[in-house]
């Protein structure tokens, strides 16, 4: 049973990242190229398990954002190409590694790589992708480039041992999911935004404005798919809706009903997550319980807020196509539940 509920009226047409499609098509066709010759091994599963994922679809924005950012600054050289691939297989390692902490069953509309290969080969590929990542780094020559993605790749692990010690655990405060998903999710967008304008050697209040703009724009991003996850549909969120549901995952939408709920709510939350008492009639509950809180809309609305930040950190740079589509991304983003 598949529970969609409308958000906030219909999509806007507007809001698109054609523009940053346009401008590293390029770029992205190298990027692609790459992907694939260093995806490759001579130990066959390898391959296979990592082009599951490769394969399987995603709009690869965060090396996107790598590409267009080191264009804005007049880079001409390869380098940016390689840390993009690096930050993509970065992303794709992650991946594999949530599935397997998060048992998951889907991803992009297909069966996940632990559920075809099991979960050692998913946590062993990944690593593998992650070496390669570090590989290409190193290839570039930057080590500023190279400490800020291994620092990225730390703290993303930071988080998802973080998003481990919080699971199920309705106590969890706004701030503590904030720090969640600031690990998680948007270190990865601010290392893949800064390292541009670094491997482009542009000013360090350009390099400040850049990874700005990357981390509000993560954590914008995260809180949108927190909030689809109880309205939106499979194709947005890129798995199941109500994963996050079924999987007791304590996101803003259930930690904003929870606070704002009676005791007889609470007490649903706490066998809905706690217990595992989560089928389909308890998410369609849930669903009610969001919406007589305004739960999804105040998510939203803080996504807006950090679309906000994002959009001023990119405010004083020089105007060049590549800022425009940057400006743009932070609309699609949030333009997924409008």
């Given at each position: 049973?598949?529970?969609?509920?409308?958000?906030?009226?219909?999509?806007?047409?507007?809001?698109?990242?054609?523009?940053?499609?346009?401008?590293?098509?390029?770029?992205m066709?190298?990027?692609n190229?790459?992907?694939?010759?260093?995806?490759?091994?001579?130990?066959?599963?390898?391959?296979?398990?990592?082009?599951?994922?490769?394969?399987?679809?995603?709009?690869?924005?965060?090396?996107?954002?790598?590409?267009?950012?080191?264009?804005?600054?007049?880079?001409?050289?390869?380098?940016?190409?390689?840390?993009?691939?690096?930050?993509?297989?970065?992303?794709?390692?992650?991946?594999?590694?949530?599935?397997?902490?998060?048992?998951?069953?889907?991803?992009?509309?297909?069966?996940?790589?632990?559920?075809?290969?099991?979960?050692?080969?998913?946590?062993?590929?990944?690593?593998?992708?992650?070496?390669?990542?570090?590989?290409?780094?190193?290839?570039?020559?930057?080590?500023?480039?190279?400490?800020?993605?291994?620092?990225?790749?730390?703290?993303?692990?930071?988080?998802?041992?973080?998003?481990?010690?919080?699971?199920?655990?309705?106590d969890?405060?706004?701030?503590?999911?904030?720090?969640?998903?600031?690990?998680?999710?948007?270190?990865?967008?601010?290392?893949?935004?800064?390292?541009g304008?670094?491997?482009?050697?542009?000013?360090?209040?350009?390099?400040?404005?850049?990874?700005?703009?990357?981390?509000?724009?993560?954590?914008?991003?995260?809180?949108?798919?927190?909030?689809l996850?109880?309205?939106?549909?499979?194709?947005?969120?890129?798995?199941?809706?109500?994963?996050?549901?079924?999987?007791?995952?304590?996101?803003?939408?259930?930690?904003?009903?929870?606070?704002?709920?009676?005791e007889?709510?609470?007490?649903?939350?706490?066998?809905?997550?706690?217990?595992?008492?989560?089928d389909?009639?308890?998410?369609?509950?849930?669903?009610?319980?969001?919406?007589?809180?305004?739960?999804?809309?105040?998510?939203?609305?803080?996504?807006?807020?950090?679309?906000?930040?994002?959009?001023?950190?990119?405010?004083?740079?020089?105007?060049?196509?590549?800022?425009?589509?940057?400006?743009?991304?932070?609309?699609?983003?949030?333009?997924?539940?409008?």
């Amino acid at each position: 049973m598949g529970i969609v509920v409308n958000l906030e009226g219909g999509k806007r047409d507007a809001a698109s990242i054609k523009e940053l499609v346009d401008l590293t098509a390029a770029d992205m066709g190298r990027v692609n190229e790459l992907i694939l010759s260093k995806a490759g091994s001579d130990v066959q599963m390898i391959p296979e398990v990592a082009n599951h994922l490769i394969s399987s679809g995603g709009k690869r924005l965060r090396p996107m954002l790598t590409l267009a950012a080191a264009q804005m600054f007049g880079y001409e050289g390869e380098g940016h190409v390689r840390l993009a691939t690096a930050v993509e297989f970065m992303h794709t390692a992650t991946l594999l590694h949530d599935d397997v902490v998060d048992e998951s069953g889907m991803r992009r509309g297909k069966k996940t790589a632990r559920m075809i290969w099991g979960n050692q080969a998913s946590v062993l590929v990944g690593d593998f992708l992650l070496g390669q990542a570090f590989r290409m780094m190193v290839e570039v020559g930057s080590l500023e480039a190279l400490d800020i993605l291994s620092t990225a790749a730390s703290i993303i692990a930071e988080g998802e041992v973080m998003q481990l010690a919080a699971a199920k655990n309705l106590d969890t405060t706004e701030d503590e999911h904030f720090a969640v998903i600031k690990a998680k999710t948007a270190a990865l967008f601010s290392a893949a935004a800064e390292v541009g304008p670094v491997v482009a050697g542009a000013a360090r209040t350009d390099r400040t404005a850049l990874r700005s703009y990357g981390m509000n724009l993560g954590l914008a991003f995260q809180l949108i798919d927190d909030a689809l996850d109880y309205g939106g549909s499979s194709s947005d969120l890129g798995k199941n809706v109500g994963d996050d549901f079924r999987e007791g995952k304590v996101t803003l939408p259930v930690i904003l009903a929870y606070r704002r709920g009676t005791e007889q709510e609470r007490a649903f939350w706490k066998k809905a997550i706690e217990e595992n008492d989560a089928d389909d009639a308890a998410l369609e509950k849930g669903i009610g319980l969001l919406a007589r809180h305004a739960a999804i809309s105040d998510t939203i609305g803080r996504a807006r807020h950090f679309g906000e930040i994002a959009r001023d950190a990119l405010a004083p740079l020089p105007a060049t196509p590549q800022k425009s589509a940057l400006v743009d991304v932070i609309d699609f983003c949030i333009s997924r539940v409008n």
